[in-house]
């Protein structure tokens, strides 16, 4: 029995701050010496924050706005700063009335409303504040949400992957009309066409990592064509949910504070340090199916838990890594990928 595990546990709450149960064998005594560490961080954090807030809620583009987001946005300011960024906040303002007008016309479309109804019950079962017998229960909020954006996006409409991400979206903005504006940020302007019908976007970039991982780290590529494993298999959980449901939650509200600022290129720099981090360990796969299992496994433990440290590697680990490189091997990967259809 692991006694210090035990008492960890009854000190660490079973359900966390955002309402999700921490999993059978959670190491209750890692997260605690994580967290005692972390909130130090957090604090100090959360000072220079406020001290920047006070002087102006603008939250303008900048050098120091830019290091800030990067050592982790504060859970009282991350709705508003999320807002600012991303532009979510202009076009709430410029559309007054838009968000509910969209989300009337969008229950009286039958298709759409079923779509959106079938995943209901599928987003987020370990998360308390998602359950019917929820008080607020978020269903509902989720419900209007992805009714609205289908409505108002009639070229994506409901596609499986969104629940995940608006459900997020609600529990840190706790509003609904600001939740609506994030996914249209999201989903409109920073993901390029992940969520079309025909995906392009986001078979795109798992052809791009696959290219960035030949560059960066050949021998896992070298892996990966040998045993003919296709990157889609290995990674398209981790940008169609945008790491939800891959890593620890606070380690994926770190990756959006940065994603909602400097875009989709944040998700290469996470994937690439993954990979490289656990290189040797992916190196000892034998097959095809343990290539599998060991994708599945360098999500997990110490490494991703420590938030802090972990968003400082994928500033680091990948080394340089442009907005023109990116955009380059996507113009690449899409045409070969089109004169394949």
């Known amino acids: 029995m692991d006694t210090n595990n035990d008492t960890a546990k009854d000190r660490i709450s079973r359900i966390d701050s955002y309402g999700f149960e921490r999993p059978d064998g959670f190491d209750y005594a890692s997260y605690e010496d994580f967290y005692s560490r972390y909130m130090t961080v957090l604090t100090r954090r959360a000072m220079k924050w406020s001290k920047m807030m006070q002087k102006s809620t603008a939250v303008e583009k900048g050098i120091k706005v830019k290091r800030y987001i990067r050592k982790g946005i504060p859970d009282e300011h991350r709705p508003h700063v999320w807002m600012m960024v991303s532009g979510a906040q202009a076009q709430m303002e410029t559309n007054p009335g ?26 987020f079962p370990d998360n308390v504040k998602f359950r019917k017998n929820a008080s607020p229960c978020l269903q509902l909020t ?22 995940f991400i608006t459900g997020i979206l609600i529990l840190v903005t706790k509003d609904e009309e600001k939740a609506f504006w994030l996914l249209d940020a999201l989903l409109g302007r920073i993901l390029p066409d992940y969520y079309s019908p025909e995906m392009m976007g986001l078979k795109t970039d798992q052809e791009v990592l696959g290219v960035l991982v030949k560059m960066k780290i050949p021998a896992v590529a070298e892996l990966i064509d040998r045993h003919d494993v296709m990157w889609t298999l290995l990674v398209s959980r ?5 790491f939800i449901d891959v890593l620890p939650i606070e380690t994926v509200l770190r990756i959006w504070d940065c994603l909602f600022y400097e ?18 360990y992916i190196l000892e ?3 095809f199916p343990d290539v599998c299992d060991k994708f599945k496994d360098i999500t ?6 420590e938030c802090h440290l972990f968003m400082q590697r994928i500033f680091t680990e990948p080394g340089n890594l442009s907005k ?6 996507r113009e690449q990967r899409r045409a ?6």
């Open 142 to 163: 989720l419900h209007n949400v992805l009714v609205a954006y289908g409505q108002h996006n009639k070229t994506v409409g409901y596609c499986q992957g969104m629940n």
């Open 238 to 242: 981790w940008f169609i949910c945008l």
């Open 336 to 341: 070969q990928l089109l004169s394949q259809e």
């Open 324 to 329: 023109s490189t990116i955009e380059r091997l």
């Open 285 to 287: 796969a034998k097959n």
């Open 98 to 123: 838009y968000y509910h007008s969209v989300l009337l016309e969008g229950q009286k479309n039958t298709k759409l409303v079923d779509a959106v109804v079938t995943d209901l019950n599928r987003t």
């Open 300 to 305: 997990k433990g110490k490494f991703v838990t």
């Open 263 to 280: 875009g989709s290129k944040i998700l290469f720099r996470v994937a690439l340090t993954l990979i490289k981090q656990y290189q040797a």
